[in-house]
């Protein structure tokens, strides 16, 4: 079975339960959300485009945030916790942690 590449608004909200007039709003609050044109205008989702409706769908309706927080909570999630970024010596220390690791285990199972 050959699998679609791009999907019509149409097909998109009923793949999703929505209607097309949500998914216009969306694309013009969520900048992340820009679906790709025909000659003719129409809006072509792909996949990916289908995975981010799909993230601001839960956003907003299983997480119970508002347009506004689910902006935030986009930014969030694109940009991560900055508490979680190590300085560059420390991520090549436990890459060669990782490494060393890795070394052994093949070792073992040879």
Same mark, same amino acid.
Do not use: C
């Given at each position: 079975?050959?699998?679609?590449?791009?999907?019509?608004? !149409?097909?998109?909200?009923? +793949?999703?339960?929505?209607? *097309?007039?949500?998914?216009?709003?969306?694309? !013009?609050?969520?900048?992340?959300?820009? *679906? #790709? /044109?025909? /000659?003719?205008?129409?809006?072509?989702?792909?996949?990916?485009?289908?995975?981010?409706? /799909?993230?601001?769908?839960?956003?907003?309706?299983?997480?119970?945030?508002?347009?506004?927080?689910?902006?935030? /909570?986009?930014?969030? +999630?694109?940009?991560? *916790?900055?508490?979680?970024?190590? *300085?560059?010596?420390? #991520?090549? #220390?436990?890459?060669?942690?990782?490494?060393?690791?890795?070394?052994?285990?093949?070792?073992?199972?040879?």
């Amino acid at each position: 079975m050959i699998e679609k590449e791009f999907f019509s608004i !149409k097909e998109v909200a009923d +793949m999703l339960e929505l209607k *097309p007039y949500i998914l216009r709003y969306w694309e !013009k609050e969520f900048s992340i959300l820009r *679906p #790709k /044109r025909n /000659r003719v205008g129409r809006r072509y989702y792909t996949k990916k485009d289908i995975d981010i409706v /799909r993230m601001i769908r839960s956003i907003l309706y299983e997480q119970g945030h508002t347009i506004a927080g689910a902006k935030k /909570r986009i930014i969030q +999630m694109i940009e991560g *916790p900055e508490q979680l970024s190590l *300085p560059l010596r420390s #991520k090549n #220390k436990v890459l060669r942690e990782i490494q060393e690791e890795l070394k052994k285990l093949s070792s073992m199972m040879k």
